[in-house]
């Protein structure tokens, strides 16, 4: 590891020594207070030590090698005997300004918020301590390493468990004396219940995390981590199992966000933070640290508090005007996975069940045998929907929408007439659904993406409203199916992206198709466009980005490989540029297309739905997933196809492999647009003079994906005059009115009155007039490429649109940011820093960091 990492540019470091101790269950205690932007608590944590296979790493073991033995040994601070003070300057001169110790009651409080926090430190990663292994080294005590970022620690102390009424059941050895050992083994009894025993399980998890402290624990913390130890305790083993950790978010925090909802009322949320979830509660990242969890959250009565969890909590009163929310998880997920979003959200419910659903309900489903579990599953013990018959066959699971008051009209019209047949459609093409109920949120306008997965609970941008029916579905299906792919199956090194997104990419075509119960052939051409257009846009990102960032397996064969202590970094995981990167979606996504043309389409979901009952529950790399391909393609279709091939021409090197032919280009549905545009053409280079009524052009009525893709091509052009944008924008009703509800016209210059019928078959969503202006109805990539034409020829008419796509479409905006800068037009420049400070304060922190470097 490098010892002069840049935090805020460079690889992501998992430091939690998860060879060594597992967290198996969290318990949250936590209260939101939006007045201070703080979210304070305390986290119970259930230990789980031995039985880890401990795997060479090439970067963070050389990282070791490099330093000085003396360096790689874990400091053991001494207990506080002398005044605090005292203390922080002799430990300041060790360059350890942030160091604390918990002992005897004391604590420092010379800091300016009086506890210990992760301070951003000049010399950013200090030392190969963090990937050292923190095992056992002679008379060293043991050290926990946990993941910690933007947090105040204030107490962290062992949990006397043994204190808990009716405990002495998960006691095996009665003839114990040594407490710590009685407590030790209480704690591993409880996590290797049977899964049968859940509800046992959760509740003594509940009791024990309310159980007394019996003694402070010594803690340390730097940029990265939380390092904890027991005085004495020299092996995982000896390290109390149950420990309690007192502490507090801070405002600024990367892992949570505090901003106003479409309606003005505040909110908080998780909104996938490249640091993951350690600036919101202490855990362990690396995806290996899978455990379970439940967390209590208190809150004004006021805010709805939505959480990833089994249940669909209902709030307890506390007391006047405080609610109490209550949820849980069985099924072993990565720490990064836990979502949270505590708002003024409403909940949205259907007027009536639709007769359209009810026929989905029955008539998409393949036979009971294709999605039923043959045999034991693979994954740790827990309580699995693949083997409960009534779940297999469940077609479409308990769902609710969620969104800000002023968009409850939004989600009426769209979002909930499409759960039902989206759901149902993804089960028809994978069978069981990993997770028995599902939460979809309408999140803040400065979400930086489209929509985000987690379990139980769905985040959508506002964006996928204002895109209509045909956005908002394609978007929710691409959410859907990281419940097999991102979640249920996740990737066991976090550079594979690909394995999360490119799966989902891949599925959330056939999902909508199924969803529309569109005939075979309207399906295929629907998919030929859409893989067109994703084609183009690949091509563009593989032009414009730095070829390291084009490779789905950057650690080729060090993929999945960890310290000995179970550390290890995630490669340009907080490179800013790859956040609003596609590649690891598209790149995948024509893998994948492939790989099934190669099957075909019946062979390789066929193959999917097996992939998906052998490694549900489990985490993977790349070849458990193309071995296994491969063992089903019958030897006349692998045409040289192999592991190694695949990796060579797709995985492991930049662009995409040679020859590679344009995708989608020849479908009927492309064609039309290469017509349409040879009339736009026409139309561009008429003289000004007016013409002789119906001499004109006559435009044909378009789908969304295609509108996309006709203006793609006229950005193409090397001008388009004004007369021309003008006429464009009439046609399409680009910046004017409801674009679902846009007429074709007859084309005959702009003093003449055109013709009009129909020109986009879409059914219209009226949004609320009181929160958004008309108009706003376009898919966001539509206004997007409109956008990019108004900024191209400098039509300054339609720089409105502009500024409304900027502050609107915040999860979009980054790139159209760009074009305003470098067109070196004073005026746009001009537009984009203004638009810029009325939304900065709003933007998340990453994206306001790459668009203050392009403006400044």
Known sequence: MDTKLDPSRDDLPLMANTSHILVKHYVLDLDVDFESQIIDGTLVLFLESGNRSRKKSGSTEEA???????????????????????????????????????????????????NHDNQEQTYGISSSKHCCDTGNHGSEDFLLVLDCCDLSVLKVEEVDVAAVPGIEKFTRSPKLTVVSELRNQIVRELVTLPADRWREQLDYYARCSQAPGCGELLFDTDTWSLQIRKTGAQTATDFPHAIRIRYRTKPQGRSVTWTSDQSGRPCVYTMGSPINNRAFFPCQEPPVAMSTWQATVRAAASFVVLMSGENSAKPTQLREGCSSWHYYVTM?????????????????????????????????????????CVGVCGHVAYPCRFQNPSATTQEVIPHRAFAPVSLTGACQETLLQLLSPCLSAAHSVLGTHPFSRLDVLIVPANFPSLGMASPHLVFLSQS??????????????????????????????????????????????VFWAKAQQLAPH????????RASLRWRRLQDELRNSPEQLQVLRPNKEKTGHVSDSGSSVIKHGL????????????????????????????TYFSFLRKFVHTFHGQLILSQDFLQMLLENIPEEK???????????????????????????????????????????TRVNRRPRKRKRRGSGEVFEKLLPDQLVLLLEHLLEQKTLNPRTLRSLERTYCLSQQDAEESEQVSHTGPSQTPQTKHLLEIPSVRLPSRSWPPGRLLLPAVRHRWCELIVKHKYTRAYKTVEEFLQEDQAMGIYLYGELMVSEDARQQQLARRCFQLTKEQMDRCSAQVVAEMLF
């Open 522 to 529: 309207e399906a295929q051409e629907q998919q030929e466009l």
């Open 575 to 602: 490179n800013p540029e790859k956040v609003f990167m596609q590649v690891h979606y598209l790149k995948g996504y024509f893998l994948l297309r492939f790989l099934a043309k190669r099957l075909g389409d019946d």
């Open 464 to 509: 996928a409203l204002t895109g209509g029916r045909h956005l908002c579905g394609t978007r929710l299906c691409h959410e859907i199916a990281h419940a097999w792919f991102g979640l249920a199956i996740g990737a066991r090194d976090w550079t594979e992206e690909w394995l999360s997104e490119g799966f989902a990419t891949h599925l959330e075509d």
């Open 64 to 114: 070791c090698r490099s330093e000085s033995s003396e360096a790689c040994r874990c400091r053991k601070p001494e207990p506080c005997h002398a005044p605090v003070a005292d203390t922080r300057t002799s430990l300041s001169k060790m360059g350890y300004s942030d160091f604390a110790i918990c002992g005897k009651g004391e604590r420092d409080t010379s800091g300016k918020d009086g």
């Open 332 to 372: 072993p997920m990565p720490a990064s996975t836990f979502t949270i979003a505590v708002g003024s959200w409403t909940e949205v419910k259907p007027e009536t069940c639709s007769l359209r659903d009810l026929a989905a309900k029955r008539t998409l489903s393949p036979p009971e045998a294709d999605f039923r």
């Open 638 to 680: 692998r045409l040289g196809l192999s592991v190694e091939s695949i990796f060579r021409d797709w995985l492991e090197r930049p662009g995409l492999p040679q020859p590679q032919r344009q995708a989608g280009a020849e479908s009927g549905l492309a064609r039309q647009v290469g017509a349409e545009v040879a009339k736009w």
